[in-house]
Structure formats: structure tokens, C-alpha cells
């Protein structure tokens, strides 16, 4: 077994410096203050997906009092927060609690070895300068995600070299594109999709969200009144301790009669839909999913943003089979051709287990 500086030896190394292994971090430095650790990451920054994510409007579809710390309340207005507002919620954390101090930037963990004989850890990370750096350790967690950092799954869409224009995965989105008076094509209808349209639509010329299939999307309202009430009744920790397990029970509520009452669910989530977008628009074609509600994921729209760019005519839904791109846009298989000056891929991430070790 290799000799290892001591200043890399620890009682537990953390992979991940995002939301979990900030998380993970002050959990044990909390119960366990007296062990050693240290946090391995490979960027440079703080934040893990919520650094990486740069697209338009990006933001999470859960609320923050349940996605947030237990032990850090989240003090916004909004409870669905955008993407710069995490980050730095979780940059604040690591940050008040001292764990910024403990993070080793542009560390790749590319193998972890376990020794029975001698108990231990061995972790080898490459550094940027093509260099490496062995760690050990009695314990090792690991918070990387489980998506692929370095690449996005984008299938291969026939005519894809043809295209005049540019084709953009949300993962690696180009730093001030400018797409004002743009005719934009988001392919996809999914969670990153449905907060692209209506953010592109803003200033695109128009928008359309291309999908295959239809996804249910619900709307709800980006701040929780009864959170933010509770927050000006009671102490900070009390009115957030609150807050997250409403919420908590809500979802719970609400996924166990989806399955119980699936008809039901699915009527009164496509009843809303409509409210949304009137008696006039297909909303059985662009809204009504073959399956049952959480079978797949729901999508949250807050504050109706979606619905509100389609009933403006600023932004569009098609449901069609992609035929093969052509210099000027989309083929579809029905024959239709979808004018692009700009391609957006929103059509998902690949798995990546433990990091990819």
C-alpha cells in the first residue's frame, strides 16, 4: 500500500461540493466535530449542478423549504427559487459554517480503492495540469450527482450538419447569447424545457416547444403565502420547520392519490391546463399524457410563466416526430418544417454513476 502525506489523510473524504456535499459536510462536522474531512471537487466553484446550470431561467421545480437544509432556513420571498439564488444559499452555507475552508477545487476523483487488511480508502483525483494526487480515508461519500457533467444526451438527429443556425444543449450554454428577434426551436418538454420557452420568449422572436409526447405541467405560484405568513408570526427556524413538512405532506398526499385515483388526478391537473390556456386551445393534444400522473415526474411552471407566453402568442407547442433538420430549421415527419435560427436540445442528461470512477 502506497505511503500517503498526511495532510491527505482523513477520517472521511466527501466527493461534491454541491447542495449534498455541503449538506453532508455540516451534518458531520455537526455530530462528529472531533473527526477529520475534507471535500474533494472537480470545478472550481461551489454549488455542483446549480454552478453548472447557465441556461435561461434556470431554477429548481421544487420549493425550497423542502429542497433546502433542515438546518438553514430559506429566507426568500420565493419559495421556487432561480439558479444564482441557490448557489448562493448553498455558497452561504458552506461559507458561515466554515466548510469553504475545507473544499479542494479542481480535484477529479477518477478511482477509490478499498483495503480490507487495513481498512482504508485509497483515492486517486487528476488535477488540472494533467497531475494527480492520492487521498486516504476511513470513510468515503459520495455526492456527485448522478448525472454526466461533461456531456448532455443529445440523440443523433439526422440533418443535424445541415443546420444554418446553432444547436445548443442547456448543459453548456454559451455565455451571452444574445437570441432577441430569434426564431428559437426547444426540443423537448420536460423540466429544463418548460423553463427555457418562457424565459426565450421574452424577447425571441417566437418560441416552440417541440415535443414528442405530452408531459403534465402544472402551475403553481412562485411564493408560498403561508410560508412567508408563518416567517412574520413565528421565530425564523419554527415558521421554515413548518413550511417544509406542509409541503412535505402535500407531495405526499398528492403521489399517493395519483396512484390510488389516477382517472381523477389526471382529470383535475388537465382541468387546469385549460384554465390556463381556454376552451379554445388543443389541449388534448399538447397537454394530455398517455400515462398517469407519476408514473413520470410532473413539471412545475411557476406562476402559469409557460402558459402565459402561449396565450401571448409569444411562444408555441407542436406535437410531432422530428423528420431530420434541414438548413433552415426542423423537418417533421408530417411534412411541416419549423423555421430555427437557433436549435435548443433540451432532451436530457446522461446517468453517471458515483461520478464515473
Not at 478499498?114 to 476511513?138: I, K
Not at 450527482?145 to 450538419?161: C, I, L, V, W
Not at 413538512?245 to 392519490?257: D, E, P, S, T
Request: aromatic share 10%.
Amino acid at each position: 500500500m502506497a505511503v500517503v502525506e498526511k495532510e491527505r489523510h482523513f477520517d472521511v473524504l466527501i466527493v461534491g461540493a454541491g447542495l449534498s456535499g455541503v449538506g453532508a459536510a455540516w451534518h458531520l462536522s455537526s455530530t462528529h466535530p472531533q473527526k477529520t474531512y475534507a471535500i474533494l471537487e472537480a470545478r472550481s466553484a461551489i454549488g455542483g449542478t446549480w454552478d453548472l446550470f447557465r441556461y435561461p431561467g434556470i431554477r429548481s421545480d421544487s420549493d425550497m423549504y423542502t429542497l433546502g437544509y433542515s438546518f438553514r432556513p430559506w429566507k426568500e420571498a420565493k419559495a421556487i427559487a432561480d439558479g444564482p439564488a441557490i448557489r448562493s444559499y448553498v455558497a452561504d452555507t458552506a461559507r458561515e459554517a466554515g466548510i469553504d475552508q475545507r473544499i479542494r477545487f479542481g480535484r477529479r476523483v477518477v478511482s477509490a480503492d478499498w483495503s480490507t487488511e487495513h481498512a482504508l480508502w485509497t483515492v486517486t483525483t487528476s488535477l488540472p495540469d494533467g497531475g494527480a494526487e492520492t487521498y486516504t480515508c476511513r470513510f468515503l461519500m459520495m455526492c456527485s450527482g448522478y448525472y454526466r457533467y461533461d456531456a448532455g444526451h443529445t440523440p443523433d438527429f439526422p440533418g443535424s450538419s445541415d443546420f444554418r443556425g446553432r444547436i445548443i444543449h442547456p448543459q453548456f450554454w454559451p455565455e451571452n447569447l444574445d437570441y432577441a428577434g430569434q426564431n428559437v426551436v426547444v426540443i423537448g418538454s420536460g423540466a429544463t424545457a418548460v423553463t427555457i420557452v418562457p424565459e426565450m420568449a421574452r424577447t425571441a422572436a417566437h418560441v416552440t416547444m417541440l415535443q414528442r409526447s405530452p408531459t403534465y405541467v402544472v402551475s403553481r405560484p412562485s411564493s408560498d403565502p403561508i410560508a412567508n405568513a408563518l416567517r412574520k408570526m413565528l421565530p425564523t427556524r419554527l415558521a421554515y420547520s413548518l413550511a417544509r413538512w406542509k409541503n412535505v405532506l402535500m407531495g405526499m398526499y398528492m403521489f399517493r392519490a395519483s396512484r390510488k385515483r389516477p382517472e381523477k388526478v389526471k382529470s383535475m391537473l388537465i382541468d387546469l391546463v385549460r384554465k390556463e390556456l381556454g376552451d379554445g386551445y388543443d389541449v388534448e393534444t399538447h397537454f394530455t399524457p398517455r400515462y398517469n400522473p407519476w408514473t413520470q415526474r410532473l413539471c412545475l411552471v411557476p406562476d402559469g410563466d409557460l402558459f402565459a407566453s402561449i396565450r401571448e402568442g409569444r411562444a408555441s407547442v407542436v406535437t410531432a416526430e422530428i423528420d431530420r433538420f434541414t438548413p433552415e430549421g426542423v423537418r417533421l415527419k408530417t411534412g411541416q418544417t419549423l423555421p430555427a435560427d437557433i436549435i435548443v436540445t433540451a432532451t436530457g442528461l446522461e446517468l453517471l454513476f458515483l461520478g464515473g470512477m
